[in-house]
């Protein structure tokens, strides 16, 4: 997966980063580059804030020292070795997958949306979530343990079979992991100069001079970076494998190019130029990853080359100091390990920053009341106080319930089905629905229109008054959602969308017949 597309200068020749394991080629440009040679370093006892123990661990720590591969002796785990700066792989086998691999690192972008579709584990006592990523030909299993609420260390295996079931591997290397932890001040890297002392966004900030994008874990790794923006985005990104130069050879649409102090590669792909080069040798590696590679990507070579000399040029300078080692990692089970409510992890989309558990009250009877409820500084409470309601009237198990910004979001425990619903006591219902194809209908024999309605989606907006020009409308909607920890295909189930029916007609007959 090299960004570059024709010349596999971040991954090398070495099979260990091939396929799914082109994650590993692009990670974040901070961490040792040397072996997994034994270093302690007191903590720091003074207060920590929320994001210094990921900071730290971003610049500072060697993912090597994370896995003692004596622990995984049934595995046949072979010795740690670092495949990219914030990456390191040890070989492993099981039942199902001969030639297998763990992965472990660090990786931003770990954020609540992160959190809401993965299972919550309990690993050596510290909160995780593992999430088995579905594809055809191999399915991969996550295990993340947070640092921060943005941050966590990632142990990435393949998959014994497509189900939850199927991360062995995974969840044992994840406690290996959590033992490490517990004491940070063995996890230093050795001490490096370069590229290897660096944030690869702050290095980009300093030299470039621009902001640079959010990491998003789904994305990105810790060793790439982009400016902000799309279009015109500059994408740097580093990882270990052969100076790009010697792989020139057969590779068509690229050429050498002359850096400042170096010779490097650049090449047109995609409507982008990328031009890469080896930073810096890595002492003892193998050879397939004997470098450490950095790529430009930028929309013009003129670009990309002035990007590149840019980034050599800012790196004599010294990067900003890093936290202290903190002294502990990760968070117990029973805290909090992010802002957002955490009765908000649940499987649908909502807004971290607004959404909270819901105030428990009885629904509202009558059409005016729930109006005028609609318009209170708790109308989000009404509204689920409504729902709740109505999913009760379609199955036994208690309903969850959370409040976003003005609307409601709920389901059964497993959310396999999940529901949206908000009271618009000021906007017409024929105004809330402008998508081509809506449907004229009737629930409970109240006008409604049918705005989506596929497989796995059905919305609907009806009127609460009168005709669909009234102001005064329910808007609700239901939606399938795969198994919590299960990342890939949304079921498709017509007649399961058709329980959002239900709901919604058993809340109008039972709470908003009468005036």
């Known amino acids: 997966m090299s960004p570059v597309g024709a010349i596999p200068v971040l991954t090398g020749d070495g099979g260990c980063v091939t396929g799914w394991r082109g994650l590993v080629a692009l990670a974040v440009v901070a961490l040792s580059l040397g072996g997994c040679a034994e270093t302690t370093v007191v903590p720091d006892k003074a207060a920590a804030q929320p994001e210094d123990a990921a900071i730290w661990a971003s610049t500072q720590l060697?993912?090597?020292?994370?896995?003692?591969?004596?622990?995984?002796?049934?595995?046949?785990?072979?010795?740690?070795?670092?495949?990219?700066p914030h990456l390191c792989a040890v070989d492993a086998a099981t039942a199902s997958t001969p030639a297998s691999q763990v992965l472990v690192g660090v990786r931003s972008g770990f954020d609540h949306a992160e959190r809401r579709y993965a299972e919550p584990l309990t690993?050596?006592?510290?909160?995780?979530?593992?999430?088995?990523?579905?594809?055809?030909?191999?399915?991969?299993?996550?295990?993340?343990?947070?640092?921060?609420?943005?941050?966590?260390?990632?142990?990435?295996?393949?998959?014994?079979e497509p189900s939850l079931a199927g991360c062995t591997l995974a969840r044992a290397a994840a406690a290996v992991v959590a033992e490490a932890m517990k004491n940070p001040g063995a996890l230093?890297?050795?001490?490096?100069?370069?590229?290897?002392?660096?944030?690869l966004c702050v290095l980009t900030q300093r030299a470039l001079g621009v902001s640079t994008a959010p990491r998003k874990i789904s994305a990105s790794t810790e060793d790439e970076c982009s400016t902000a923006g799309e279009k015109d985005a500059i994408t740097v990104s580093t990882g270990f494998g052969r100076d790009p130069v010697t792989l020139?050879?057969?590779?068509?649409?690229?050429?050498?190019?002359?850096?400042?102090?170096?010779?490097?590669?650049?090449?047109?792909?995609?409507?982008?130029?990328?031009?890469?080069?080896?930073?810096?040798?890595?002492?003892?590696?193998?050879?397939e990853l004997g470098f450490l590679v950095v790529l430009a990507s930028a929309p013009t070579?003129?670009?990309?080359?002035?990007?590149?000399?840019?980034?050599?040029?800012?790196?004599?300078?010294?990067?900003?100091?890093?936290?202290?080692?903190?002294?502990?990692?990760?968070?117990?089970?029973?805290?909090?390990?992010?802002?957002?409510?955490?009765?908000?992890?649940?499987?649908?989309?909502?807004?971290?920053?607004?959404?909270?558990?819901?105030?428990?009250?009885?629904?509202?009877?009558?059409?005016?009341?729930n109006l005028t409820a609609a318009g209170q500084p708790d109308a989000v409470d009404a509204a689920c106080a409504l729902l709740a309601e109505g999913i009760r009237a379609i199955g036994t198990a208690e309903p969850v319930v959370v409040a976003d910004t003005n609307h409601c979001v709920g389901g059964h425990k497993d959310f396999s089905v999940g529901f949206y619903l908000a009271v618009r006591p000021l906007s017409p219902g024929a105004a809330m629905c402008a998508e081509p194809g809506s449907k004229a209908i009737t629930v409970a024999g109240r006008p409604a229109l049918l705005c989506k309605d596929t497989d796995s989606y059905r919305q609907l907006v009806i009127a609460l008054r009168g005709s669909?020009?009234?102001?005064?409308?329910?808007?609700?909607?239901?939606?399938?959602?795969?198994?919590?920890?299960?990342?890939?295909?949304?079921?498709?189930?017509?007649?399961?969308?058709?329980?959002?029916?239900?709901?919604?007609?058993h809340i109008l007959t039972k709470y908003l017949s009468s005036e």
């Open 123 to 160: 690993v050596g006592g510290l909160i995780a979530y593992q999430v088995v990523e579905v594809y055809p030909e191999e399915s991969t299993c996550r295990v993340s343990l947070p640092l921060s609420p943005t941050v966590a260390l990632q142990i990435r295996t393949p998959a014994d």
């Open 62 to 84: 060697d993912p090597c020292k994370l896995i003692n591969h004596t622990a995984l002796t049934a595995f046949q785990a072979s010795e740690p070795y670092l495949v990219s």
């Open 188 to 199: 230093v890297r050795q001490p490096r100069k370069g590229l290897s002392e660096w944030d």
């Open 468 to 505: 669909l020009q009234s102001k005064a409308a329910l808007v609700i909607s239901g939606g399938l959602n795969t198994p919590r920890g299960m990342f890939g295909d949304v079921p498709r189930d017509a007649e399961r969308t058709k329980l959002v029916d239900k709901v919604a007609e």
């Open 248 to 287: 020139l050879q057969g590779q068509q649409g690229f050429t050498t190019a002359q850096l400042d102090g170096v010779q490097g590669v650049q090449g047109e792909r995609d409507g982008r130029c990328h031009v890469n080069w080896a930073q810096d040798s890595v002492p003892g590696a193998r050879p």
């Open 301 to 369: 070579c003129p670009n990309a080359l002035d990007t590149a000399n840019r980034l050599r040029s800012a790196l004599p300078g010294a990067p900003p100091t890093a936290p202290r080692v903190p002294l502990t990692l990760g968070f117990p089970t029973g805290s909090r390990d992010e802002p957002t409510d955490p009765e908000c992890q649940v499987l649908i989309e909502v807004t971290p920053q607004t959404c909270r558990a819901a105030r428990a009250m009885p629904a509202h009877l009558g059409v005016q009341a």
